[in-house]
């Protein structure tokens, strides 16, 4: 399935042509796209009013509600209101909806084809710190030569708390045991492969784990998974992946890049909603049950805190307190999941069921692109982005080694007043301090259009707030309402 290539989109009508020969133009229609007026408004029943769409490259953040999510969660709550208890049991012969008992196996198997796993390597559970800790307290298995922990300087702090924790809590001192990579890309605050590869090697003798993020949060730079992973395995080192970031946006192939486990949140680009649950891998081979071994008195399986529905479901409701755990990812679950939760889950797989993950990315990769290319050669009469850009792009231009995020870091005292009137023009982004907007065209919602749009917002509102018609934040509740007829008058006249 091929998506438009060309990065260099100079005209509208380009990129409006570009979105009719789009593969994936049929989902966005799947998708409550909130307008301008609704985001305005305090009110949250505001209704779709029909005004136009505000542009919403935040799937970094929260992605898109799934129209169909509403309709699967009205369905599993007329199956608890009919049903009661039974529902655990009873198929629903008027829905597609799995006994509660089984939501968590519908959800693997829709989630397993979004990061390259067998069904049996996945599970949609907990959140991802809670999963950090569960998949640590497997796989961190520190002794007094090999104690160490590697993560990056710059990680996601539930991630360094994690960490941090895991390692107090079996007895060790983080001053010693934490390993930190900071970045060797200073201007850009990235990290090589080579440089990772080199911390690994300084620290192998002595390093039990190594965690990274599939995509770094700030950065938006995709890591070297299958190669960083071969790496660690060479020295004997487990490696883990924080994949917030990635699951949903680009193609993962854990299984094929011999992951050993890998958590993430099913929030941002997999549109799950706010606190979503979300997800874990365990390579198979770290999930096996050796039932024969525990009937000889050993344990049979990879130790791990445990719980009821981690237990093997035919026994699961004999009560007895024997565990045997069912073999692979669903052996790490600890409690009884929300049927309600996963059903979110579940809604939006079914849309990424539709298509798969190489078109998703193919489109991802030119709309960057194509973004990227507008921000760094502005098309408009923008006075200060003509001469020198008042930002720049802090995420790797290689496609290999970003998704569809794109860094944006704006010159000293410019993020206030950009990030304001991109509100008032209806631009939904978020911002990193102290001077980083994080720009995200999801590919299952956005369109080019959009991405051309944004573009010439983008530079008109820094040439505004560069040129001082942006005040401070003090006077910015008052002047809330005049840069939206400010963006509307350049729109129309170019001034
Ligand atoms: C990279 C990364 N790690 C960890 C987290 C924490 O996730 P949760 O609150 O779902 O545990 C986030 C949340 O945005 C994140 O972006």
Redesign the pocket.
């Known amino acids: 399935m091929s998506a438009p290539q060309s990065a260099k989109v100079r005209e509208r009508e380009h990129a409006i042509q570009l979105d009719v020969t789009d593969p994936l133009k049929g989902f966005r229609k799947e998708f409550l796209i909130p307008t301008k007026a609704q985001l305005e408004s305090l009110a949250v029943s505001n209704s779709d009013d029909g005004s136009e769409p505000c542009i919403y490259f935040c799937g970094n953040?929260l992605g898109l509600q799934p129209r169909r999510t509403a309709q699967r969660i009205a369905s599993h709550l007329s199956a608890w209101a009919t049903k009661g208890v039974l529902g655990h049991f009873t198929e629903h012969e008027d829905s597609n909806l799995p006994p509660f008992l089984h939501v968590d196996d519908a959800a693997a198997k829709l989630m397993a084809p979004l990061v390259g796993a067998e069904t049996n390597e996945v599970a949609v559970m907990e959140?991802?710190?809670?999963n950090l800790h569960l998949l640590m307290s497997s796989f961190y298995t520190p002794t007094e030569e090999k104690y160490k922990i590697i993560i990056e300087g710059k990680a996601?702090p539930?991630?360094h708390y994690a960490v941090e924790s895991q390692i107090r809590h079996r007895g060790f001192d983080p001053e010693q045991a934490m390993v930190l990579i900071e970045p060797d890309r200073l201007e850009l605050a990235t990290i090589s492969t080579s440089h990772i590869l080199s911390v690994i090697d300084k620290h192998a003798s002595t390093t039990a784990l190594v965690l990274l993020?599939g995509i770094q949060?700030y950065t938006g730079q995709y890591l070297d998974i299958k190669t960083i992973t071969a790496h660690a395995h060479r020295h004997g080192i487990l490696i883990g992946w924080?994949l917030?970031?990635a699951v949903g946006n680009v193609d993962l192939r854990l299984r094929e890049w011999d992951v050993d486990f890998a958590a993430w949140?099913n929030?941002?680009y997999v549109n799950s909603g706010p606190?979503a649950i979300?997800g874990l891998f365990v390579n198979s081979r770290h999930g096996q049950v050796d039932v024969s071994a525990m009937r000889d008195g050993g344990e049979g399986f990879r130790d791990r805190l445990c719980g009821w529905w981690g237990g093997s479901k035919s026994t699961r409701f004999e009560m007895g307190n024997h565990f045997v755990p069912i073999p692979g990812a669903a052996g790490w679950q600890v409690g009884n999941p929300s049927a309600l939760a996963l059903t979110a889950v579940i809604a939006s797989l079914e849309i990424f069921a539709l298509t798969d993950m190489a078109t998703i990315r193919a489109k991802s990769i030119a709309m960057t692109a194509c973004l990227e290319d507008l921000l760094l050669h502005p098309l408009s009469a923008n006075r200060s982005c003509k001469e020198a850009l008042p930002y720049q792009i802090i995420t790797p231009s290689d496609p290999e080694e970003r998704g569809a995020q794109l860094s944006v870091r704006v010159e000293p005292g410019l993020l206030g007043g950009v990030m304001r009137l991109l509100e008032d023009a209806g631009v939904v982004v978020d911002e990193r301090r102290p001077d980083v907007i994080r720009v995200a065209p999801a590919p299952l919602y956005n369109t080019f259009q959009e991405v051309w749009d944004f573009a010439n917002i983008f530079t008109w509102a820094c040439s505004e707030t560069q040129a001082g018609t942006v005040h401070g934040s003090q006077e910015a509740a008052a002047l809330k309402g005049q840069d939206q007829k400010g963006w509307a008058k350049f729109k129309q006249t170019g001034y």
């Open positions: 953040s959140t991802l710190t809670a996601f539930s991630d993020p949060y924080d917030a970031h949140c929030y941002k606190g979300g």
